[in-house]
């Protein structure tokens, strides 16, 4: 019994004696680490450094427009008859006076010659009527009579020749042929639709509706964006004109900007975005859109501002964002102009964290953060 005890009591003093060893050996590996821990440097971020600075921000309001040609017409026959040529080539591009659809004129110039002949005759008369004149043989009645048939058959021709040139479908101007179904032989009843010709021009024009009270904030000579395809096909046109009636059911009012299309812009009937100024313009601070953040408690920036050692750290400061301008977002609340922010590498910044500054852009280009993060 003594004994067992005995063993036992030698068997708790190992065990005691062992935790106690490895506490210690434990405590003394943490304060070793704590104190080379408060040995090590910082963490330091690179970045580059943007000034936020005032700029001037009107309000826009986005309307649906459509493509309209600067000339557009339908081409249709004036005189019933049937076709002996055709060249309507859908897509072509034709100059104007090209001859697109010539309906059978065989008739008329059949009468056409006959009263040549007629014309030719006339004047003949009327020469020698008017020298007999001269000579007192004839009196001045029959002169007139002479001449005023002469005068007759040359209207007569004049009206023939019309009537051909009518029965001849010219381009007016120059301009892309649409679809048709027009073919020699057919025969066409008069007003029969031929194809439609769309203007050639270097210009068109964009026909957008907007709401009568940004309407009356227009006007003529005012610039507007137009957006063809995306976000980033962008191009400036300028008002020409604004409907002096607004729609009752609606209380839109349409208005008509002229956009240049040299280049390959979108074609006649395209729709397409417009982005449109809305009230006078107001002050904001534009930042790189590189220095904008987005998290779950909203948008934010990071200010860069030196503590009392003097050393550069990063403020996280929340803000209202406006639109996006070109590679700048605009800041409509939350930042004054002046303020010095992080841009390229600011995804990497936490509240309070060191930063250097860097005088070149980041690894990743603005676009590629904010969609990262997004």
């Known amino acids: 019994?003594?004994?067992?005890?005995?063993?036992?009591?030698?068997?708790?003093?190992?065990?005691?004696?062992?935790?106690?060893?490895?506490?210690?050996?434990?405590?003394?590996?943490?304060?070793?680490?704590?104190?080379?821990?408060?040995?090590?440097?910082?963490?330091?971020?690179?970045?580059?450094?943007?000034?936020?600075?005032?700029?001037?921000?009107?309000?826009?309001?986005?309307?649906?427009?459509?493509?309209?040609?600067?000339?557009?017409?339908?081409?249709?026959?004036?005189?019933?008859?049937?076709?002996?040529?055709?060249?309507?080539?859908?897509?072509?591009?034709?100059?104007?006076?090209?001859v697109l659809v010539a309906l059978d004129v065989s008739v008329e110039e059949a009468e056409l010659k006959a009263l040549q002949v007629q014309s030719e005759l006339a004047e003949t008369l009327l020469a020698?009527?008017?020298?007999?004149?001269?000579?007192?043989?004839?009196?001045?009645?029959?002169?007139?009579?002479?001449?005023?048939?002469?005068?007759?058959?040359?209207?007569?021709?004049?009206?023939?020749?019309?009537?051909?040139?009518?029965?001849?479908?010219?381009?007016?101007?120059?301009?892309?042929?649409?679809?048709s179904d027009v073919h020699e032989g057919q025969y066409l009843e008069e007003g029969t639709l031929l194809t439609t010709l769309q203007g050639v021009d270097d210009d068109a024009y964009i026909d957008f509706t907007v709401a009568q009270r940004v309407a009356a904030g227009l006007h003529e000579g005012e610039a507007v964006e137009v957006f063809a395809t995306g976000d980033a096909d962008v191009t400036?046109?300028?008002?020409?004109?604004?409907?002096?009636?607004?729609?009752?059911?609606?209380r839109n009012a349409t208005v008509r900007a002229k956009i240049r299309v040299a280049s390959g812009g979108p074609s006649p009937g395209a729709s397409v975005r417009v982005r449109v100024p809305v009230g006078a313009p107001l002050e904001a601070v534009g930042v790189p859109l590189s220095?904008?953040?987005k998290g779950p408690a909203g948008d934010h920036v990071f200010v860069l501002a030196r503590d009392e050692n003097g050393a550069m750290r990063a403020q996280l400061r929340r803000i209202e964002t406006g639109p996006v301008l070109e590679n700048e977002v605009v800041i409509e609340d939350g930042l004054h102009a002046g303020e010095e922010v992080a841009a390229s590498g600011s995804f990497k910044l936490r509240d309070g964290a060191l930063v250097?500054?860097?005088?070149?852009?980041?690894?990743?280009?603005?676009?590629?953060?904010?969609?990262?993060?997004r």
């Open 1 to 98: 019994m003594s004994r067992g005890w005995v063993g036992s009591s030698v068997l708790v003093a190992v065990v005691v004696a062992s935790g106690t060893g490895l506490a210690a050996w434990k405590l003394a590996s943490i304060e070793a680490s704590e104190a080379e821990a408060a040995n090590q440097p910082e963490p330091m971020e690179m970045v580059t450094l943007a000034v936020a600075r005032q700029l001037e921000h009107r309000q826009t309001t986005t309307s649906i427009g459509t493509v309209v040609a600067l000339r557009s017409i339908s081409l249709r026959n004036e005189i019933a008859g049937t076709v002996r040529r055709v060249a309507l080539v859908p897509g072509e591009i034709v100059e104007a006076g090209t």
């Open 128 to 179: 020698r009527t008017q020298k007999a004149n001269d000579n007192r043989a004839v009196s001045e009645s029959e002169l007139d009579r002479a001449r005023s048939v002469r005068d007759v058959a040359l209207a007569q021709i004049a009206r023939l020749r019309a009537v051909i040139e009518r029965k001849t479908m010219r381009a007016p101007f120059r301009a892309r042929v649409g679809i």
């Open 236 to 250: 400036k046109a300028v008002i020409v004109a604004i409907d002096a009636r607004v729609d009752p059911a609606t």
């Open 291 to 293: 220095a904008l953040r």
């Open 356 to 373: 250097a500054l860097s005088d070149g852009p980041g690894a990743a280009g603005p676009g590629a953060e904010v969609a990262a993060e």
